[in-house]
């Protein structure tokens, strides 16, 4: 069965400082896809990111990054120079390969709230 | 980009009646389409997955007779809660899969829609 933890329930940060919001996984398979998204107050579910499992570069979209590590099952997330507008509940997720190619769903963690003041 | 529109996105309902939400993909079409619950301050969890003209896959422990989804067509599937009781209060969300993606394209979330039963 696949799990995906997210310890951090809160965090608040003053603007400008950075962010790292930790992401643990597990899954039996060896081939997986991990998936960030944003859930601002008004509900919606914003996608971020998709990496599979075979690509652990890390990656970088101007002031969020990614750091992919397979030994650890880890998939942090770091927001640099935080602003406020990125307060929102961050969720991780993973998403099996499915061998009869259909859709797979999505196992998401308990998310990180993050609240970025003045 | 993708637009998947949850209508409503509010509402109350008392004790026994039955609440329909609609799911619509309005820019691609989806075979397949997610539904997820999630209660205040909790992770999403997955309810049920909805095929384009064939029969609904719940998840473990959800009850079939109590939600019932159709998927009628292409761009449309519908959540019905018959009977709602209080308990079942809580933020629904549906996504979907472009059907021209992959297994593992990213999924497009509606905005929710926020049961409340009195």
């Known amino acids: 069965a696949q799990k995906v933890t997210q310890a951090q329930t809160e965090i608040s940060v003053v603007e400008k400082e950075d962010v790292t919001l930790d992401c643990v996984y597990e899954t039996r398979d060896t081939t997986y896809y991990l998936f960030w998204y944003k859930q601002p107050p008004s509900g919606e579910l914003v996608f971020l990111i998709r990496?599979?499992?075979?690509?652990?570069q890390n990656e970088i979209s101007g002031r969020y990054s990614w750091n992919f590590q397979k030994s650890t099952s880890s998939f942090n997330f770091t927001i640099t120079a935080s602003q406020v507008v990125d307060s929102a509940v961050y969720f991780c997720a993973l998403s099996e390969a499915s061998r009869s190619g259909t859709a797979s769903k999505l196992t998401f963690g308990t998310g990180t709230r993050l609240q970025v003041t003045l | 980009g993708a637009v998947v529109s949850q209508h409503p996105s509010r509402v109350i309902c008392k004790s026994g009646t039955s609440v329909k939400i609609e799911c619509r993909s309005l820019?691609?079409?989806?075979?397949?389409m997610f539904w997820y619950r999630q209660f205040p301050k909790q992770s999403l969890m997955l309810m049920a997955t909805?095929?384009?003209?064939?029969?609904?896959?719940?998840e473990q422990g959800v009850e079939k007779d109590k939600f019932l989804i159709n998927h009628a067509s292409l761009t449309l599937s519908t959540l019905t809660v018959t009977s709602a009781h209080p308990e079942d209060s809580s933020f629904y969300i549906c996504?979907?899969?472009?059907?021209?993606?992959?297994?593992?394209?990213?999924?497009?979330f509606g905005n929710g829609t926020r049961l409340t039963v009195t």
């Open positions: 820019d691609f079409q989806a075979t397949t």
């Open positions: 909805s095929n384009e003209g064939s029969k609904a896959t719940y």
């Open positions: 996504s979907a899969r472009d059907r021209g993606g992959t297994v593992v394209s990213p999924l497009h």
């Open positions: 990496r599979n499992s075979f690509d652990e």
